[in-house]
């Protein structure tokens, strides 16, 4: 299986950890709120997790590549200040928080996860 279909199934389990009552959302473009690379047209749904791939480990030895790792920036967006999700987020193997912020009474985590 594709990793990063993996590592969306894996965030559509936290989001369901972390929000039982509300998931699946069979109403929203994505049932569980978790979102690939999304483009502006995209109507998100709240709590979500937006991420995307934007780096990559690449192991050498000898002139040659022996292992690559993607790394995905992963953020986190809910209304409520207090949500488990980026707990849930940040103990993911791998992951490291980058930042966070508030935008328009939205609350931002960002983490980098290689998956």
């Known amino acids: 299986m594709d990793r990063r279909l993996e590592l969306q199934g894996l965030l559509e ?3 369901q950890t972390a929000y039982p009552a509300i998931f699946p959302d069979q109403t ?3 049932r569980y709120h978790v ?3 999304p483009d502006q047209n995209t109507k998100l749904a709240y ?3 937006l991420y995307r791939w ?5 192991k050498r030895a000898n002139n040659q590549s022996y292992s ?5 920036e992963v953020t986190v967006i809910d209304r409520n200040p207090d949500s488990p999700l980026p707990t849930l987020v940040g103990d993911i193997p791998k992951a490291s928080f980058a930042a966070t912020n508030r935008i328009s ?3 931002h985590t960002v ?3 290689y998956f």
Not at 54 to 58: F, G, L, M, S, T
Not at 68 to 72: D, K, L, N, P
């Open 111 to 113: 983490y980098t996860i």
């Open 68 to 72: 690559r790792t993607r790394g995905y």
């Open 47 to 49: 709590p979500a997790i």
């Open 35 to 37: 979102y690939y690379q």
């Open 105 to 107: 009474g939205l609350h």
């Open 28 to 30: 929203a473009s994505s």
């Open 54 to 58: 934007d780096r990559e480990d690449n």
């Open 13 to 15: 389990r936290l989001m």
